[in-house]
């Protein structure tokens, strides 16, 4: 059984930034993909980001520039800087990584940004 648990959450004014954690635990054979998503209210899911076993990254349209994806294979986490918060980043971010060969979830993390 493997588990993704996020850390590093929680509320901050706009223009500020966090760092949000990803451990991964349990009987991991193989792990290729880490990264985030997010899920704003009322919204769809959306890629914040990847980073491959190999250390190359790469993120969705609208998020380059003030996210910044960093992992490490050995320990099996991934890390979410993210810079100048705004609003509109209010989100459930949601750590994802491809293990054994199937897709495993972490529960989320809240990051909410007030004006």
């Known amino acids: 059984q493997v588990q993704l648990v996020e850390s590093g959450g929680g509320s901050v004014q706009a223009g500020g930034s966090l760092r949000l954690s990803c451990v991964a635990s349990?009987?991991?054979?193989?792990?290729?993909?880490m990264g985030w998503y997010r899920q704003a209210p009322g919204k769809q899911r959306e890629l914040v980001g990847t980073?491959?076993?190999?250390?190359?990254?790469s993120y969705g349209d609208s998020m380059k520039g003030r996210f910044t994806i960093s992992g490490d294979s050995a320990k099996k986490t991934v890390n979410l800087q993210i810079n100048n918060l705004n609003p509109e980043d209010t989100a459930v971010y949601f750590c994802?990584?491809?293990?054994?060969?199937?897709?495993?979830w972490g529960q989320g993390t809240q990051v909410t940004v007030s004006s």
């Open positions: 349990g009987r991991i054979f193989s792990m290729n993909v």
């Open positions: 994802y990584a491809v293990i054994n060969g199937r897709t495993d």
């Open positions: 980073v491959s076993s190999g250390g190359r990254t």
